[in-house]
Structure formats: structure tokens, C-alpha cells
């Protein structure tokens, strides 16, 4: 059973920088997928963004391409977003997710991962 912890949510001013961390307990093996997600109140899941453990590929929303990062560390035990220039539009509750096979749909599709962290609050102020 994989269990994921999201941490590093916090309020900022736009323009300002946050680091999440998604930490990965339990066998995640190789070859996994692994996404951001965020939901604001009244909006649906968006994902933000993801990366295929087998080749490194990563993939971004449009409107955070530039700005933010996905990386994890080499023991696969810990999942980051890097998120700089934030805007308020960016204010959400954001959570990190993980699927173990191929993706079959879109890696940043809600619908293709299993395992997901309870989130954390992001607060972007103008």
C-alpha cells in the first residue's frame, strides 16, 4: 500500500515561491507516474503537473509552464514542486498523486492515479 504526505502549503505574496513535498511511504517500485494537482473552491481538479519515473519525461498545465517544477528525489522517496512567480490564481488546495502502471489517458488526467496525499493549502495574496 502506498501512502503519500503532502507538506509546504503556505500563505505568499504574488510574486513569491513555495516548495512542496509529497513524501511516498510504502514500495513504489520503478516506472511510476507521479502529478500535482490543485482544486480552488467551486473549481475542479486541475492538474498541474507530472512526471514518468521510467524516462524523467515531465509535463506541465500551460499556465504554470515556466514557473513550476516537478522533481523527486533519487531514492523515490520524496515528490516536489517548485513553484516560483506565484499569482493569486494560483491559490488552491494542492495535492500530490501517484499511479503505478502506464498512463492510459492524459498524465495530468485526476481519473488515471490511485494514490493520492490529503493536500495542502496554497495562498497566494496580490
Known amino acids: 500500500q502506498v501512502q503519500l504526505v503532502e507538506s509546504g502549503g503556505g500563505s505568499v505574496q504574488a510574486g513569491g515561491s513555495l516548495r512542496l513535498s509529497c513524501q511516498v511511504f510504502?514500495?513504489?517500485?520503478?516506472?511510476?507516474?507521479m502529478g500535482w494537482f490543485r482544486q480552488a473552491p467551486g473549481k475542479e481538479r486541475e492538474g498541474v503537473a507530472a512526471m514518468d519515473d521510467a524516462d524523467g519525461h515531465t509535463y506541465y498545465t500551460d499556465s504554470v509552464k515556466g514557473r513550476f517544477t516537478i522533481s523527486r528525489n533519487n531514492a523515490k522517496t520524496t515528490m516536489y514542486l517548485q513553484m516560483n512567480s506565484l499569482k493569486p490564481e494560483d491559490t488552491a488546495m494542492y495535492y500530490c498523486?501517484?499511479?503505478?502502471?502506464?498512463?492510459?489517458?492524459?498524465?495530468?488526467?485526476?481519473?488515471?492515479?490511485?494514490?493520492w496525499g490529503q493536500g495542502t493549502q496554497v495562498t497566494v495574496s496580490s
Open positions: 510504502g514500495y513504489i517500485g520503478s516506472g511510476y507516474k
Open positions: 498523486a501517484a499511479r503505478l502502471s502506464r498512463w492510459i489517458t492524459s498524465p495530468t488526467s485526476p481519473d488515471e492515479y490511485n494514490y
